[in-house]
């Protein structure tokens, strides 16, 4: 499968930092850029989203940032909680979706 | 959106046997897509499967170790045959609600335990 790669594969923060994930593609065709989020046990659930028309989209405390040039995309969780602990995957793509390798976060109290 | 429910949620076997797991959707779906998950490893794409239609495997995912059925809008199986260890894993099902939106949407999954 094509591969999209997430850095970093970890990320510790302090509650009320920032994380920054990100995610790297190869296929120029994709047009649908999301991350999702996933807590042990679940299946994974949709966080935020972005078409390739726009650069960037904000919502609430998410953030996700878009380059196209570079086929790069990032998750922006400002303000970080104990409750974000999760793993977050991106998964572009356009009539199926490709899971990042997935990066797992833990914010600290 | 659309809930989608799995059966059977977690399963141990016996090498070499098989197992169909159901996957049913609360609304009527175009595309329905099997992941599977390792355990603390991203998901991997095996099929889509459109109703009407034969699956479509991804690369290193063949029918016959992987069958698929597709008899209606809401509901799917995918049967895991000849099971090894190495097929001990997550399976999920997943849809799109279609439109605009790519999002997909999961069940909770079919854990599999191979013994």
């Known amino acids: 499968q094509q591969q999209v790669k997430q850095s970093p594969q970890s990320l510790i923060v302090q509650k009320g930092g920032i994380s920054i994930i990100n995610c790297a593609y190869e296929?120029?065709?994709?047009?649908?850029f999301p991350w999702y989020q996933q807590f042990p046990g679940k299946g994974p659930a949709l966080l935020i989203a972005i078409r390739p028309d726009v650069s960037e989209k904000k919502e609430g405390r998410f953030t996700i940032s878009f380059n196209k040039s570079a086929k790069q995309f990032s998750l922006h969780i400002m303000d970080s909680q104990p409750g974000d602990s999760a793993t977050y995957f991106c998964a572009p793509g356009t009539y199926k979706y490709i899971f990042g390798t997935g990066t797992r976060l833990k914010v600290l109290a | 959106s659309a809930v989608i429910s799995q059966k059977p949620s977690r399963d141990i076997c016996q090498r070499g046997t098989s197992l169909t797991i159901q996957c049913q959707v609360d609304?009527?779906?175009?595309?329905m897509f099997w992941y599977r998950q390792q355990p603390g490893q991203s998901l991997t794409l095996i099929a889509t499967a459109n109703q009407g239609s034969e699956a479509t495997y991804e690369s290193g995912f063949v029918i016959d170790k992987f069958p698929i059925s597709r008899p209606n809008l809401t509901f799917s199986t995918l049967t895991v045959s000849n099971m090894s260890p190495e097929d001990s894993s997550i399976y999920l099902c997943?849809?799109?609600?279609?439109?605009?939106?790519?999002?997909?949407?999961f069940g909770e999954g079919s854990r599999l335990t191979v013994l």
């Open positions: 296929n120029t065709a994709f047009d649908y």
């Open positions: 997943s849809v799109t609600s279609g439109g605009d939106t790519g999002e997909l949407f």
């Open positions: 609304s009527q779906v175009t595309m």
